[in-house]
């Protein structure tokens, strides 16, 4: 069955740090772009960053640059979302989601079952 | 960043019946190799989103085939032929021809 895990979330203080993860199963992981895509509460979707297959293309919406890393772990069939200086407005439900594999579209074909991150003092 | 605009926002339907959700963009989703780059998900209630339609028409894996998605351009609607209990949730078009990937505000299907 082709699944994506997420993990990691839970409540932090505004400035800490969290680090999420997303583990993936029943689908070659290393040929698929991967997407971090979060809701806040009662809220519509947001794109938060994408990877390419390698690791070596990563691509954050403005409002988190310089405060988040997306990396991946090929060998280990996961993805990451490493999240610091965090803010109350980044309290959300966090998505990993896989990028369908036809090259330069952006679908997004499986998604996680998400996990929340509070950030509240 | 290319702005996606859903309407209806809420859309009670009677079961059997059909509905349509109108996804217009600010900028064109045609891309140069002839797709659009227009995606509709479905978020049913409790749920992460789920792939429905993907490059404006074509029916995921599993999808029913009373799901259809149609236009071209700007302009795209989203057309459920008969109506079924497990359809209620939020919809949501997506744009990915240009990045940052955004979506529509969704659009809340409930039964009357």
């Known amino acids: 069955e082709v699944q994506l895990v997420e993990s990691g979330g839970g409540l932090v203080q505004p400035g800490g740090s969290l680090g999420l993860s997303c583990a993936a199963s029943?689908?070659?992981?290393?040929?698929?772009?991967m997407t971090w895509v979060r809701q806040a509460p009662g809220k519509g979707l947001e794109w938060v960053a994408d990877i390419n297959e390698d690791g070596s293309e990563k691509y954050y919406v403005d409002s988190v640059k310089g405060r988040f890393t997306v990396s991946r772990d090929n060998a280990k069939n996961s993805l990451y979302l490493q999240m610091n200086s965090l803010r109350v407005e980044d309290t959300a439900i966090y998505y990993c989601?896989?990028?369908?594999?036809?090259?330069?579209?952006?679908?997004?074909?499986?998604w996680g079952q998400g996990t929340m991150v509070t950030v509240s003092s | 960043d290319i702005v996606m605009t859903q309407s209806p926002l809420s859309l009670p339907v009677t079961p059997g019946e059909p509905a349509s959700i109108s996804c217009r963009s600010s900028q064109s989703l045609l891309h140069s190799n002839g797709f659009n780059y227009l995606d509709w998900y479905l978020q049913k209630p409790g749920q992460s989103p789920q792939l429905l339609i993907y490059l404006g028409s074509n029916r995921a894996s599993g999808v029913p085939d009373r799901f259809s998605g149609s236009g071209s351009g700007t302009d795209f609607t989203l057309r459920i032929s008969r109506v079924e209990a497990e359809d209620v949730g939020v919809y949501f078009c997506m744009q990915g021809i240009q990045s940052p990937l955004t979506f529509g505000q969704g659009t809340k299907l409930e039964i009357k």
């Open positions: 989601a896989r990028r369908k594999v036809i090259s330069g579209v952006r679908t997004l074909d499986v």
């Open positions: 029943g689908f070659t992981f290393r040929i698929h772009w």
